[in-house]
């Protein structure tokens, strides 16, 4: 287990954003032409692990105001099976190194319920469940129950998983799901973005001060997806939907005063949206 940070922080008014790289690992491509991932390659090099393989990462992503600290979702944690065996999570290893202590974070906000944003709702101490952030509020989009149905029934194999990450906390009164979009905090508000899964939410951090940040979840999966919007993931539950929600979502925040937090794309993650011809393109803040 690595010992190094793995952030990248961003300061806008009174809000300062981390994102932490939870998981680095190889990930299968997608199914798109040669031409396709030659001109991606070219573009992001960093989304590679080599000339077959994409290069997937997991961040999750911490705002602190004066008063509150808020983790946005929970990385991958042990998922099971078909879940390659990516299980080297480091979330709670990089919270540790920052100096978080579990019991500061007063508010887990879920972009969404797949596994791989979940992992770390809660853990086992002595054989006994528990939340991993008990002072927690947990928080996701009511149309995500809609989610949970679509796992159980595509992914039975998962059952254990989501029953101790999702439905274990909804039994014991950690998680709340929301039904509209609303401020969290000062200047953050949630952004309904469905279509990846039925009740997609990300966080708009906006101050006023002609800055804004967006907390993105899955809307986007690889950069890939600024030059074709229409390129949909195996993930996306519903395609359909989850393209206009793209196409939506590149409009406004390719205004070159919004910063994008793509939880999948190369660390830092951090980047913003450039209108190109058609489309768009991906223009990464440099990593440290
Ligand atoms: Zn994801």
Redesign the pocket.
């Known amino acids: 287990m690595t010992t190094e940070l793995q952030q990248r922080t961003i300061q806008l008014g009174p809000t300062t954003i981390t994102a932490i790289v939870d998981v680095t690992t190889p990930w299968p491509m997608l199914p798109v032409s040669d031409a396709i991932w030659n001109k991606v390659r070219a573009a992001y090099p960093s989304s590679f692990y080599n000339a077959e393989t994409l290069l997937g990462r997991?961040h999750c992503y911490l705002i602190q105001q004066a008063s509150r600290t808020i983790l946005v979702d929970t990385g991958l944690g042990k998922a099971p099976p078909p879940t390659p065996a990516l299980s080297s999570q480091q979330l709670e290893a990089q919270l540790s190194l920052m100096g978080i202590d579990a019991t500061a974070i007063d508010t887990v906000f879920l972009t969404h319920l797949?596994v791989?944003?979940v992992g770390l709702n809660t853990h086992y101490v002595d054989d006994k469940l528990q939340a991993r952030f008990p002072n927690a509020r947990y928080l996701a989009h009511k149309a995500e129950q809609g989610l949970i149905e679509f796992m159980q029934t595509h992914t039975p194999e998962r059952a254990g998983y989501l029953q101790d990450q999702v439905l274990w906390l909804n039994e014991q009164g950690y998680l709340d799901f929301f039904e509209a979009d609303f401020e969290l905090t000062e200047g953050i508000t949630t952004w309904f973005t469905p279509g990846h899964s039925p009740g997609h939410t990300g966080l708009l951090i906006d101050h006023g001060t002609g800055e804004r940040v967006l907390i993105a979840g899955?809307i986007f999966f690889n950069p890939i997806q600024m030059f074709h919007p229409s390129f949909a993931t195996g993930?996306d539950v519903d395609k359909e939907q989850a393209h206009a929600t793209r196409l939506a979502v590149l409009q406004q925040v390719s205004d070159g005063k919004t910063l994008v937090a793509a939880?999948?794309f190369p660390t830092p993650s951090f980047g913003y949206v450039v209108p190109d011809g058609d489309a768009y393109r991906w223009q990464p803040i440099a990593e440290d």
Do not use: A, F
């Open positions: 997991v797949h791989d944003h899955d993930l939880c999948h």
